[in-house]
Each structure stands twice: as C-alpha cells, then as structure tokens.
C-alpha cells in the first residue's frame, strides 16, 4: 500500500501543479480568455458588443446541441457523421407538417404560433430518433463501421430534405422572440434568449447523465473496452442504440433551433454542421479513440471555436476561410491529443 | 471433500472461421472443487472460458447448470446465476476507476428520485471497492484511481478482488497470476483455496504447473480444442503433465482417434 502512495503522489514535496496544468478545461479557458483579449485589443471593440454576441451565442447554441449528442457518441468509441443533415432533414419535415398537412403559412405568428411550433417540435425530435434508430441498425445489426454507417445517413438525410422540400426554404409558422434576447420590462438580458436557456437545460443534463449516472458510465465503460463492457453484463447493442437516438433526437431539437431562427425550414440549415460538431467535441479534449471526455471540455470547444471563426471575421477575414479554419482546429486538437496520449504511454 | 455437481459442459464445440478452437470438450466441476485447466498456447482454454461465461455461444453442446440446461444469451445471463470470470486480458475498462470496474454491471444507485434516474452513490462503491480489494489483499490501489495507471500486477489484482468478491457458485480464473510476483502469485493459490472452503466451484487456469499441481483437485488437459486428460491431480507429476500438454506422452482419447 505504501508503494502506490508513493508512486501516485509523485513529487515528494511542495505545491502539486501537475492536476492544473494537464487539467484541459484550465487550458480551454485560458485560450479562450487569451484569445477574447486579442480579439478586443486593437480597436476590435465591436468583438463584444452585444448584438454580436447574442449572434455568437445563437449560433454556438445550435453547435453546442450537437456537440452535446457527438460527445456521448464519441466517448462510447463512435462518431455520428448524420448530425448535420438531420437538422437540415428534420426541419424540412416539420416545415412539411406545419405548411403542406396542416396549411399554416408564415403570417401564423408569434404567440399564435407556439402551438404548431410545438408540434413541429415533437416532429423534429421523432425525425432525429428515426435517424438514430437506423444508424444505430447500420451500426449493430449490419455491423458497418459507424464512420460509413453515419457517411450513408448522412447523404440519405441531406437528399432527402432537399427532395421533401423542393429545393427551397418552407415557410411557415414563427416566433422570432424565441431567439431574440428576453426582455424584462424595458432591460435586455441579452444575449440570454428563450432558446439559449433551453440549450442551458439541455447542456446541463445531459452534463450530468454523462458525469454521474449510469448512461455515461455504461458509455464510457463501452468506449473504453466494449469486450470488457459486454463481460461485465452491460447490453451493449442496447446501449448503443439509446446514444444513437440521443444524438439523434439532440440534431432533431437542433433542427427546430434553426427553424425558429431562419422562420422556416430549410434543406441547407444544417450542411457542414457535423464538422464543427465534431471539432467542438475534439477540441474539449475527448479523445476519438473512446472511452475519456467531458461535456464541459465540449462546451468550451464550441466556445472557442464561434470565438476564433467570428474573430477572424470580424478582423477582415474572407467568410470562405471558415470551414479551413475549423478543419486546421481540429487537426489541431488531435493533433494534440495524439501527442499527449504517447507521452501517456511512455 | 468435494460436493455436488454444478457446473457440467457436454461436447461443446466452436470454430472461428476454419480455426476449430474446441472440438467436442465435456467437463463437470463440483461444489467445492479446483479444476486446474491446462495446454499449450492456442490449446482452447480461453475459447472454454468465454463458452463457459456466456462470452461466446458455442457452435455445438450443452451446458447445465444444477443439473439444469442452459443457454447463455450474454454474460449477464452467467454471471445473473452466480458464474463469476476472471478474463485472460481484457477484463477491465482501462478508463474507467478500480472501483467502476468492480461494479460495473452492478452498480449502487443514489436513494430517491436521483438513483431511479440512474445516479451513482460513488462513495459507497469506492469505499466497498477498497473493502474487497483489501480482503483480497493482493496489492490494494485505491479506488478511485483509473485502471490505465495501475501497473500490470495491481489490474489483474483488481480483476480478481472483482471476480472473488461477487462469486456465489462457480469461479473461473483465467490465468490469475499474470502479472503477478511470486509472493502475490501464492496470494492468489490462496485465494483460490478460500474459495474452495466457502464451497464454490473454481476452475483454475495456469502455465505455472506447480501451482496447478498444488492448488487442484483435478486436472483436464486440453491439446486443440479436444480434452485429451482428465484426472484426479494425484494421479499426475510434473514431467507427466507436462508430457501430456505437449503430446510427448500419448493419452488414450488421441490413441483411440
Ligand atoms: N476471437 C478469435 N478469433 C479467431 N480466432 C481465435 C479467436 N480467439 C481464439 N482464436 C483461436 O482459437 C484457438 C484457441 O485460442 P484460445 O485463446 O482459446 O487458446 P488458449 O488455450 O487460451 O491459449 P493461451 O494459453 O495462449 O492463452 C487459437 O488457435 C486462436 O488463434
Ligand atoms: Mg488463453
């Protein structure tokens, strides 16, 4: 027993700084703030103001859903390359739902709306469990890889949303105070709006489901060494399939982000997504290899990706850059990761 | 000394694509019974270990259980009805922490609301975690540190304190003194021992043929995938078991094929 106290303590005296120095959060944190001080420094001052921020956070919000979903699919020794098109895919049909069944069109407003806003809401969750029910076939049953698995919902998705909605945007029912900063009296909260907060609830759960219960420990445990996993009596298949349809119902609930923001449903509201999804995940240090990661390194991945992609465009950047920045971003972090975990081994 | 029978395997069989990895093995162990189950590299002995725990589904055979048959769907479905196993390697969940490991499967739940949703009382388990590995008294990190720091001795001592402490009829040990130093390794002969005396039936796999001869009541011989030996331990030495592993000494199942 005195060996391992030894050896587990290390140092023999003093200050312990390893925990803070390997500690990624510490290190996200600390680029993020770096980066906020670049960013305002230099006359960018228009980095903070608030419109520009609520922006920022909206459109986090939408990646930090996702991301929320790719973490658990990632920890459990997955990926789930479908998130994207089923935004695009699940706002189409409740676009569909809502203008072509129920003949409601874009004068149906504001309170008015959140009736059919709500079904569309339970269409968009039951599109993205559809979607995770069939990866998670491709995956399980088939036995395809989840790389090609997801590659094939992935296209599946994003031609269909463009065949059901022809191509075009499907206007129909909205209430943009959903997304706009909540207003007590004459102060705005900004940039908190309804739809943030509803993010803030999901992120937080699924935070801790992840953290402290049984669904993130059965899918880090599976991640880790599924063979071990199955031994010790876990279901896997089954388990699986649930991280499947998390991840997919979460793109659902996304999908029904966009549709609030844009008014409607479009076919193209999610294109690309799934990479910076993945980038957000990889960033907050989950490793692609399974088994580690934390939903808190995920949410400050997402940060500090909308921090640098509106940065640099707020610096001048040409807005075609992006997808490049976030791929080198992501190369980065394995990058990174990759490094980190050979040293490990040593 | 030895009780009743309860664990039997009839003429199970498994192929992995062409490679016929058993071929027609039958064994029974009683209450209170070591079998010492031994061969050379490739033999078959891991391939009867996953039939046994429902790891794998054998292509062929029967297994009864208190005299019951039965048909392992999963590993849970094994270790549900007391059939606790020690893996030759992968047991354990590197991520995860000693004390995740022991109870994974088997986890403790939070009271109230919180634990119907799932939550762990962490606390408990470290602590009952500690608890058993210090009864099995082999090498105790603590439990709350991730198996991936441990060294190769402290995982297998995690693996067994996991697989001793939830055992309730049968116990199967796949190469427990891996990793092991020679004192740790007596620890587990131990171990196996006081297994034996709370009744259970353990069935013991090992390259170390003097713990095999030590620690057994009995000793089958596996020679691929076929059981070629199947004795009271008294009946073998060193050198005859050994020629009987490598074939150097014919048996009389392999004269009669
Ligand atoms: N998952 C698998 N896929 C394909 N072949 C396998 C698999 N597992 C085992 N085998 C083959 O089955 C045969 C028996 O292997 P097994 O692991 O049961 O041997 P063993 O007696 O446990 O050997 P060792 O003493 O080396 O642990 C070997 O030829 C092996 O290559
Ligand atoms: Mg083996």
Redesign the interface.
């Known amino acids: 027993m005195t060996d391992s106290k030894l050896t587990s303590q290390g140092a023999p005296s003093g200050f312990n700084w390893k925990p803070l120095v390997t500690n990624q959060s510490t290190i996200l944190v600390a680029v993020i703030l770096l980066l906020a001080g670049v960013f305002s420094a230099g006359s960018y001052g228009s980095f903070w103001d608030v419109s520009v921020f609520n922006n920022i956070l909206t459109d986090w919000g939408l990646i930090v859903l996702l991301a929320v979903g790719q973490t658990f699919v990632v920890i459990s020794g997955g990926i789930d390359l479908s998130v994207g098109s089923t935004v695009s895919l699940s706002g189409v049909v409740a676009g569909v739902v809502m203008v072509n069944w129920m003949h409601l069109d874009l004068n149906v407003k504001n309170e008015a709306a959140i009736g059919p806003l709500l079904i569309a809401l339970l269409v968009c969750i039951a599109t993205g469990v559809a979607v995770g029910l069939l990866n998670a076939f491709l995956v399980n049953v088939v036995g395809i890889v989840p790389f090609i698995a997801t590659l094939a919902t992935l296209g599946g998705g994003a031609g269909l949303a463009i065949i059901w909605s022809g191509g075009m945007p499907l206007q129909g029912p909205n209430f943009y105070g959903l997304v706009n900063p909540i207003k007590i009296g004459e102060i705005s909260l900004s940039p908190i709006s309804f739809a943030v907060l509803v993010v803030a609830v999901v992120v937080t759960i699924a935070g801790l489901f992840l953290a402290k219960a049984r669904f993130g420990l059965y899918t880090y445990a599976i991640g880790s060494n599924s063979f071990a996993a199955k031994a010790a009596g876990i279901n896997v298949k089954r388990h699986l399939t649930w991280v499947y349809v998390v991840s997919g119902a979460l793109s659902g609930i996304a999908g029904m982000y966009a549709y609030t923001r844009l008014g409607s449903g479009s076919p193209s509201s999610g294109a690309g997504l799934e990479l910076q999804a993945i980038a957000a995940v990889v960033i907050g240090g989950t490793s692609l290899m399974g088994g580690s990661g934390k939903m808190l390194g995920t949410i400050l991945g997402a940060f500090l990706l909308y921090e640098v992609q509106s940065g640099l465009l707020m610096v001048g950047m040409d807005p075609n850059w992006k997808q490049v920045i976030v791929a080198i971003m992501i190369a980065g972090a394995v990058g990174i990761q990759g490094f980190s975990f050979g040293q490990r081994r040593k | 000394m030895t009780g009743e029978l309860i664990y039997e395997v009839k003429n199970v069989s498994k192929r992995y694509g062409s490679v016929v990895a058993l071929d027609g093995a039958s064994l029974k162990l009683h209450a209170g019974e070591v079998i010492g189950l031994v061969g050379d590299n490739g033999a078959g002995k891991s391939t009867l270990v996953k039939v046994l725990?429902g790891?794998h589904k054998p292509d062929g055979g029967q297994i009864f259980l208190d005299g019951v048959e039965r048909s392992w769907e999963?590993?849970?479905d094994a270790?549900?009805s007391g059939v606790e196993?020690l893996?030759q390697d992968?047991?354990?969940?590197?991520?995860?922490t000693v004390s995740?490991?022991v109870f994974?499967?088997?986890?403790k739940?939070k009271k109230g609301i919180l634990g119907w949703?799932?939550?762990?009382a962490?606390k408990t388990m470290e602590a009952e975690a500690q608890e058993d590995l210090e009864k099995v008294g082999i090498?105790?990190?603590?439990a709350n540190?991730p198996v991936s720091?441990l060294s190769g001795g402290?995982r297998q001592a995690v693996a067994i304190g996991r697989a001793v402490s939830w055992a309730r009829k049968v116990i199967i040990l796949d190469e427990p003194t891996n990793h092991l130093g020679a004192r740790q390794a007596g620890e587990v002969l131990q171990i196996i021992r006081a297994a034996k005396a709370k009744g259970l039936g353990v069935i013991f796999i090992s390259h170390t043929l003097p713990h095999v001869l030590e620690v057994t009541d009995r000793i089958v011989v596996l020679r691929l995938g076929r059981i070629v030996k199947d004795s009271p331990t008294k009946d073998y030495n060193n050198d005859t078991l050994l020629g009987t592993i490598t074939g150097t000494i014919q048996t009389i199942k392999v004269e009669g094929d």
């Open positions: 725990s790891a999963s590993p849970r270790l549900e196993t893996y992968s047991g354990l969940a590197p991520h995860l995740e490991n994974l499967g088997r986890e739940y949703f799932g939550f762990l962490k090498a105790f990190p603590s540190r720091q402290q």
